[in-house]
């Protein structure tokens, strides 16, 4: 098998190794295609749940030798994961954990014991977000993100609590 920089088995954009007739995905595997900007392989559950749904549609288009009527999935346009910490909900979406504050900028918003929320900019527009607590701005984020709208002109007003960006950018 060839295996990825990080010891996994390489793959490409139908989950299948370099031997014929052999698939892989989850833990066990490196993606080996162009990734979207906005994706990267953590090796979570849900990530290998994602791949390993993908996968099965791979095999079943390859078995019926319909490969080329496969296109990647969406969940690989996106990191996102969702967990619960200390009884909280937690979501990741994007390059949420970018640090190079000569590239990017993050806004931060936190109330004690109620939510943190970070959302990491560069040039303007959102790449990644940390929710942490009942935001319920996952699916908005989620979209500036994909769309990559340059939300500059918002500044910090992006996180304010008295308004409901939804109705902008939904």
Known sequence: FKLGTDG?????????????????????????????EQWFQMRL????????????????AYANNR????????CFELFAHTTKFF?????????YHENDMKKYENLIRM???????????????????V????TELEETFENLILNQIDVSSYGETLLDPNIDIADYFD
């Open 45 to 60: 559950w849900s990530q290998a749940r994602q791949m390993g749904h993908y996968a099965g549609k791979c095999m079943l």
């Open 111 to 129: 109330t004690p014991g109620v939510e943190y929320i970070r959302v990491t900019l560069k040039d303007g527009r959102v790449h990644g977000c």
């Open 87 to 95: 009884n909280m909900k937690v979501v990741l979406l994007g390059r």
């Open 131 to 134: 929710f942490i607590g009942d």
């Open 8 to 36: 996994g088995l390489l793959v490409d954009e139908r989950m299948c190794t370099s031997i014929k007739n052999i698939f892989a995905c989850g833990d066990v595997c490196s993606a080996g295609w162009t990734l979207a």
């Open 67 to 74: 490969q080329d009527s496969l296109t990647m999935d969406f």
